[in-house]
């Protein structure tokens, strides 16, 4: 155990990795807690600004029979799923909430948000990526009838509304960062994943960071069976929020409603349909109305916003790929 413990400290510091709490010194300290606390304010922020654009919050869910199958989707890097038996029924840890917005959104609040703690036991060799944590936050939400023109306009306002409120609040703990709040003008540049494939080829979510100096939409994505596509064109009513030197900080979109595209959709995927049988009931039922939301990844924000090298930099306990810290 002590052995283990040592060759972790090692590997954590040659590699650059976030350390645990108890390992930092004491300017490491002050400079994990400005992070932390300037998170806070930007949570606060997020939240008030949420409520102010009618979206009631919800508390999570974090085990259920079904979540997100993050399947297929291109950047998905999962090494293992957490499934287990709870009271004889097998639950999974939650991916994302995605089919609890879709259901939520249908039977229960037109527009609500959560701050989601969603567990993805990412590849090790994502550990220094500087963009993935085995657990994480995303401020997800929907809203019923809303279209992803909408659903992308209310990101942008928040976001610079954000950055204006941490510049004036925030200012004393920015200067122990050294840090200089990021720069950008709304609405964002809006590109097509095909032209980026054309002209960065298959590793274009690689290079694109290099590339750009504001945030950047991607839309038409092809990924999960919840996402709309139009049937006749095949694009994707979707979108990726990229941010310069770091890469996806949203995803969203407009979903599917119609039960015959859910059970195309996933079969042609793979996806195994008993696993959404009550998605597909209620689709059936036209109990589903259509919807668009996203989720932010709020280590990311918090990230970019302070500079922080590591997204774990930015967690009071992180969590990274392949490296399980005793908090
Ligand atoms: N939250 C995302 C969305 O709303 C889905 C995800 O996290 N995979 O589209």
Do not use: C
């Amino acid at each position: 155990m002590e052995y283990e413990t040592q060759k972790i400290d090692e590997g954590i510091e040659k590699r650059g990795l976030p350390k645990p709490l108890h390992k930092l010194s004491a300017e490491e300290t002050e400079r994990r807690r400005a992070s932390v606390m300037i998170g806070s304010d930007i949570l606060a922020y997020a939240e008030r600004f949420m409520r102010e654009e009618g979206f009631s919050q919800l508390l999570p869910v974090l085990l259920s029979p079904i979540t997100d199958p993050l399947w297929p989707d291109p950047a998905a890097g999962i090494y293992k799923r957490l499934e287990f038996d709870i009271y004889g029924t097998t639950v999974r840890t939650m991916h994302s909430m995605i089919v609890h917005k879709l259901v939520g959104t249908s039977l229960l609040l037109d527009r609500f948000f959560v701050v989601s703690p969603n567990i993805r036991l990412e590849k090790p060799e994502r550990a220094s990526t500087g963009r993935h944590l085995f657990e994480f936050s995303q401020l997800d939400f929907e809203a019923s009838g809303a279209s992803s023109g909408e659903i992308r306009s209310i990101i942008e306002r928040l976001l610079s509304g954000l950055i204006e409120h941490i510049g004036t609040a925030e200012g004393k703990r920015f200067e122990l960062l050294k840090g200089s709040l990021p720069k950008f003008k709304i609405p964002f540049k809006v590109y097509m994943r095909e032209d980026l494939e054309r002209e960065y080829g298959e590793s274009w979510e690689d290079e694109l960071p290099k590339h750009i100096e504001e945030p950047v939409w991607i839309v038409d994505l092809p990924r999960e069976f919840y996402d709309y596509e139009d049937p006749k064109t095949h694009r994707w009513d979707n979108f990726d929020l990229y941010l310069p030197g770091r890469g996806e900080l949203v995803t969203g979109g407009l979903r599917e409603f119609e039960y015959e595209k859910m059970v195309s959709k996933i079969g042609s995927a793979g996806v195994k349909a008993e696993l959404y049988t009550l998605l597909l009931e209620l689709a059936k039922e036209r109990k589903i109305k259509q919807s668009a939301g996203a989720g932010i990844g709020m280590e990311r924000l918090i990230a970019w916003i302070t500079g922080a090298k590591h997204v774990g930099d930015v967690q009071a306990f992180p969590k990274i790929p392949g490296m399980v810290y005793e908090l």
